[in-house]
């Protein structure tokens, strides 16, 4: 997963955004910062994640998750995990609701041990 230099550029990211995303995956994070929700729903929308009501559209997540080198059970596995964690959080803000998903999706995930060590990449997208 990259954050490409459009969403940085559109979302005027700061560097403590940056780093959260650089350290996506450490277990100790909390994220606290609003614009983490903006960015994954600015990300979610250029990789055409969500449905016309904002929330993550199954079959395309899916199908993501298939082509970054997941097999059918993972995928829907987490498609499932995200998916539960968009009914519980109760936020009407789109920014903060996409926070605290993102929030309680990280946690599940690293309670089944499916976290990659890798960091996230900040960079350049070749093709635009």
Known sequence: MFLDLPVRL????GQDVLTDFLY???EDRQFTNKQ?????????????LLDKAGRLSQP????????AGG?????????YLYQSC????NETE???????????FRKAVQRAKYSPDVPVEVR????G
Do not use: F, H, M
């Open 24 to 26: 996506y995956w450490q």
């Open 86 to 89: 968009q009914k519980v959080v």
């Open 60 to 67: 395309d997540a899916e199908a993501y998750v298939k082509t």
């Open 10 to 13: 559109q979302l005027n990211l």
């Open 36 to 48: 983490v929700g903006c960015t994954v729903i600015c990300v979610s929308k250029k990789l055409n």
């Open 124 to 127: 350049q997208r070749s093709d």
């Open 71 to 79: 097999d059918e059970n993972l995928a829907k596995y987490l498609v």
């Open 94 to 104: 789109p920014c903060e609701n996409a926070l605290q998903t993102t929030n309680c």
